[in-house]
């Protein structure tokens, strides 16, 4: 059954003193249970507007947004962030860190621990636990930002181009890492990117947006077996999909270039 749904979602903004913005143009997405789905499209297109709405960080003019069923009013330790930019605090270390939003729904001491403990194992980061953010590299911050958005078992995580930041083989291996955390943890994911290589080789189905105003230009299933790895980036199945989501990007961006 559909785990997130979204029905003619549209989102205008009014700048001060300026003409209004159409970001957002009656978009319509589902995402079933335990699905990874990635959202790409031109610079501009409202993809983070979208997952902003989502974790109810904004609020749209018009359309529906329903989580289990539920109206999706302001935000919620149900929908986990994590964002491009490392947003952890910088006066706690890593555990309190990944404790934070278990230590604030109130669980018991013993209990907070046991999580951050599962989780710092799961990203990779033992013998990192007393560390400050500032004494960690970028990948290094992402797996924390990672494991903090994991700590309140949230019923979805969103992802707006956690590895945008990161240099290309750091890159890569937070993209195994998650592949390897989302099969152990079998969450939805709804994640943001600009890399199309990044959205096949993440995603089991990737949703193409269209320049200004974003709506769903296509809806592509990414029939490539699971577990994939290094080699997958070469294979023919991915390539053929990676022409297919390049040509519809281009388009999008010549318009967008256009205005």
Not at 45 to 56: E, I, M, N, Y
Request: glycine fraction near 8%; charged fraction near 20%; include cysteine.
């Amino acid at each position: 059954m559909p785990h997130l749904d979204l029905t003619d979602v549209t989102v205008r903004f009014t700048p001060k003193n300026k003409p209004q913005v159409l970001a957002l143009d009656t978009v319509s997405l589902t995402v079933a249970d335990n699905m990874f789905s990635v959202i790409v499209g031109p610079s501009g297109c409202g993809k983070s507007t979208l997952l902003r709405l989502v974790a109810g960080l904004h609020e749209p003019s018009s359309g529906t947004m329903l989580l289990d069923g539920k109206p999706i009013e302001g935000p919620s330790a149900e929908r986990g962030m994590v964002f491009q930019s490392y947003t952890l605090f910088p006066w706690l270390h890593v555990r309190d860190n990944i404790m934070f939003g278990p230590k604030l729904k109130g669980l018991p001491a013993a209990d907070c621990g046991r999580i951050a403990d599962e989780l710092i194992a799961a990203v990779g980061l033992k013998g990192f636990e007393r560390s400050y953010p500032k004494e960690l590299s970028g990948g290094m911050r992402q797996r924390v930002a990672l494991a903090r958005a994991l700590a309140n078992d949230p019923k979805i995580l969103l992802m707006d181009e956690p590895f945008g930041a990161l240099d290309s083989q750091t890159r890569q291996l937070m993209q195994e890492l998650l592949l390897t955390i989302w099969q152990t943890h079998r969450k939805t994911v709804l994640f943001i990117t600009h890399d199309i290589d990044e959205a096949i080789f993440l995603g089991d189905v990737v949703h193409v947006m269209t320049a200004r105003p974003g709506r769903i230009k296509k809806s592509i299933p990414i029939d490539i077996p699971r577990p994939r790895g290094i080699d997958t980036l070469t294979s023919a199945p991915f390539m053929a999909l990676k022409r297919e989501v390049l040509g519809l990007m281009h388009a999008e961006a010549v318009l967008a270039d256009r205005g």
